[in-house]
């Protein structure tokens, strides 16, 4: 089979709570199709010795409800490896936010970031008892999975 990718000789960290270990990675298509030792052709290789290798972490407290929105990076967790992130746990979040809501939700979140910038936060609202909320505000394309 031809890969994508294939990343070599590094230390993978499956996730599965066993003990790392020496291989390589394959990646077709954007999927991981082969994880040991991968033999084949490759459209890149990345030599990944003295380095580990695993899967995204997921960072299950953030603060990140309204970064998210003028850093869709969510820095700093990105440079950590951090793939996931979950939000909204900590009792206030911007979305979902019934109608009715949203004018007593702003003043708490609009807070200024940065050099004096205004925050204008888009508040997501969602539709009625199990509806159409929206999974993140309006607008935002986070480069992590909330």
């Avoid at 084949?40 to 960072?59: E, K, N, T, Y």
């Avoid at 979902?96 to 936060?121: I, M, N, S, Y």
Wanted: glycine share 14%; aromatic share 6%.
């Amino acid at each position: 089979m031809a890969y994508d990718l294939v990343i070599k000789n590094g230390r993978i960290v499956d996730g599965s709570g066993g003990p790392s270990f020496r291989g390589d990675v394959a990646v077709k298509d954007g999927i991981i199709v082969e994880v040991g030792k991968v033999s084949g052709p490759a459209q890149r290789v990345v030599d990944a010795s003295g380095l580990a290798v695993s899967p995204g972490f997921i960072d299950n407290h953030t603060h990140f409800d309204a970064q998210v929105t003028w850093d869709p990076l969510c820095t700093s967790s990105c440079y950590h490896g951090v793939t996931s992130v979950i939000v909204g746990h900590c009792g206030l979040a911007l979305a979902p936010c019934h109608p009715q809501d949203q004018d007593a939700l702003h003043p708490t979140v609009a807070f200024r970031k940065g050099e004096g910038q205004p925050f204008d936060p888009p508040i997501a609202a969602p539709g009625r008892q199990g509806g159409d909320a929206q999974p993140q505000p309006a607008g935002v394309q986070p480069a992590v999975e909330l």
